[in-house]
């Protein structure tokens, strides 16, 4: 069976300083991958998606980056980050085949101070 | 973009009570999940339901695409069954991505 891993699960980081979130897939193949960010109380965001080794579509401007180096890892980077980053990160797959079906890993709770 | 409508924002109910969460919708969508966010923040997939109906155990979902809108009941609720509750929607006939667009969610709190 598919599953999804995402750490760290919380991390607190100062303002200016660089930020790696890493999300990988087991159990499945060229899987689409998502990340999302959730702000207090709201819906989730969608950030980034792709559909295969590098290739990374932007959805929103922002301070962040991804990338995605193999078939089954996704990245979410910074190089400076700032308050305005602090949120719940949470990554997301979907199969070829059944594009529209989205599993969410654990998230990531990110505190900028 | 699509926007996405949930209500009511908060839902308190005694264990045992139904209710009935709703979602609109401002466009026709291929696309609609429903997810609940337990306290610890995972999103569990409840139901993938474009159009139609679907029940498991005691939730069921219904959505009707021409009228944009979908239903999410759940019957004799249980204190487990608190959290949030999202809906999600896109438009993927003219990507290879499933994008989506959530809902700012529906709380719900069930008391013993």
């Known amino acids: 069976s598919q599953t999804i891993h995402q750490w760290p699960a919380t991390l607190v980081q100062p303002v200016g300083s660089p930020l790696s979130l890493e999300c990988t897939v087991e159990?499945?193949?060229?899987?689409?991958l998502y990340w999302y960010r959730q702000a207090a109380g709201r819906g989730l965001q969608l950030l980034f998606y792709?559909?295969?080794?590098?290739?990374i579509s932007s959805e929103v401007p922002q301070n962040l980056s991804a990338s995605r180096p193999q078939d089954r890892q996704f990245i979410l980077s910074s190089k400076k980050l700032l308050l305005s980053d602090s949120g719940f990160y949470l990554c997301?797959?979907?199969?070829?085949?059944?594009?529209?079906?989205?599993?969410f890993g654990a998230g990531t709770r990110l505190s900028v101070l | 973009g699509i926007q996405v409508e949930q209500s009511p924002p908060d839902l308190i109910l005694q264990e045992g009570a139904n209710s009935t969460l709703r979602c609109n919708f401002s466009?026709?969508?291929?696309?609609l999940q429903w997810f609940h966010q337990n306290p610890w923040g995972q999103l569990i997939n409840l139901f993938y339901?474009?159009?139609g109906t679907k029940q498991n155990g005691r939730l069921s979902a219904t959505t009707v695409a021409t009228e944009r809108y979908s239903l999410l009941y759940i019957s004799s609720s249980q204190t487990t069954d608190s959290g949030v509750y999202f809906c999600?929607?896109?438009?993927?006939?003219?990507?290879?991505?499933?994008?989506?667009?959530f809902g700012d969610g529906t709380t719900l709190t069930v008391k013993p």
């Open positions: 997301a797959w979907s199969a070829i085949i059944a594009k529209n079906i989205q599993y």
């Open positions: 792709s559909v295969g080794i590098g290739q």
């Open positions: 999600a929607v896109g438009r993927s006939w003219d990507t290879n991505a499933g994008k989506s667009t």
């Open positions: 466009d026709s969508v291929n696309n």
């Open positions: 339901i474009p159009s």
């Open positions: 159990g499945t193949s060229n899987p689409n």
